[in-house]
DNA sequence: ATAGTGTATTAAATGACTTAATACACTTAT
DNA sequence: ATAAGTGTATTAAGTCATTTAATACACTAT
């Protein structure tokens, strides 16, 4: 279900945060589907139960995660999550634009950068 | 010369690398320009030498210095590092890129982030 | 010579992350 | 009722990168 990077930096609480968020923001998962429980998946992982415990955490506290105690974890929601997420992608790609702005970085530049990586999507997709 | 954000989870050293980084490419510091010694900058920061030795050495090992053992650090030339700037800001971008697009932003969404970011520049100009 | 450079090394302190071992309250199925 | 499976909480220990501290050495300029 999920591959988890060792040569990241990041800690492993935040990987497995990001990509159960891609799972479900993409479809993998769908509104009303049981998550797998916080023990199984901190075997499957071959990770700590507290680990799988944190990230669930923050996928409830964003919204993605509805907890219910004693029976698990469910996927949320779609209105409950989906303005949010659009907004943390728009803030995250600010950051770095705003970054590379004062670095130095043209408009231009950046126009190039944003064809560049959606060309790339097509690609994919045939 | 420069500012310490302690709420900023990065660390220290990497803070003063970027922060020289952007005065130098900034043209607040010039090729030939001495850069202040590792004691004294250590001492204006509040930070120990070993801290700002390693912002020096990145700085160096990236091409924005040159070192001369036993006289100082000095702003290296711009073809030094002009190159390697654009493309370091390039890829940093795109790498952001390719995540909020596999989280779902559409092109246009990306090209509004890059248009109120630049209209934003525009502003501060006036 | 003396003072100021960059550089290197070793030791200790700190803090975030992770694991480990439990424990407890709740829900479901038997 | 009992047992098994949930989420949740706590405490302790270990790991690791970062940072500080205290030196030491080679080089350069005055």
Known sequence: ???????DKRPLYEQV???????????????GDR?????????DL?????TVQRA???????????TITGRGNYVS???LWQAGHENALRTQLKEVLEKVRDGGLSEEGARDCVREVYEE???MRS
């Open 46 to 50: 071959s990770v700590n139960p507290n």
């Open 17 to 31: 945060t990001e990509k159960l968020m891609l799972l479900i923001t993409g479809g993998a998962l769908s509104p």
């Open 56 to 66: 669930y955490a923050q996928l409830e506290q964003d919204g993605y995660l509805t």
């Open 1 to 7: 279900m999920i591959i988890l990077d060792y040569r």
């Open 121 to 123: 999507q097509g690609r």
């Open 77 to 79: 929601e779609k209105k």
């Open 35 to 43: 998550m797998p429980s916080v023990r199984s998946l901190a075997l």
